[in-house]
């Protein structure tokens, strides 16, 4: 199957963007795709073999699930590679449009129990929540 592609344009230099997204005390500020969901803890340990590892929740408590990407490369300000737990590989690039501006693009290994759709609509709304809160910051 091919991955599946998300973008949005941050007004932030890269290296603020970089940092906002990789920091877990602002992961668990943005990582929810709908207001009826929360990240409650991150932890990001941002090397080669290193984890990534966020809760997700419904704020009623209702449903849960741990994301867990185990990192496969890095370049500072320039890409991530990782892959999950069963395997799928996500790629986050991260591109500089001038001083004040970023490009955010993910590329995502889709899973086979939801449309890809809704899978596609849920990782852009983390990724547009992402956005909304970096430029506030």
């Not at 920091?23 to 080669?48: F, G």
């Not at 408590?61 to 300000?77: M, P, R, T």
């Not at 799928?88 to 501006?101: G, M, N, P, Q």
Request: with cysteine.
């Amino acid at each position: 199957m091919e991955p599946l592609t998300i973008s949005a344009e941050i007004k932030k230099p890269v290296e603020q963007v970089w940092d906002t997204f990789n920091d877990p005390q602002h992961i668990t500020k943005w990582n929810l795709a709908h207001e009826s969901w929360e990240c409650p803890s991150a932890a990001n340990d941002l090397r080669v073999g290193g984890r990534l590892e966020a809760r997700m929740q419904a704020r009623d408590g209702s449903f849960g699930f741990d994301f867990i990407g185990i990192y496969d490369e890095i370049k500072d300000n320039e890409h991530i590679r990782y892959h999950l737990e069963d395997g799928r590989k996500v790629e986050v690039i991260f591109e500089k449009l001038a001083e004040d501006r970023t490009r955010v693009t993910e590329h995502f290994d889709p899973e086979s129990q939801n449309p890809l759709e809704m899978q596609q609509q849920g990782w852009q709304a983390i990724l547009d929540n992402f956005k909304r809160y970096s430029e506030t910051i």
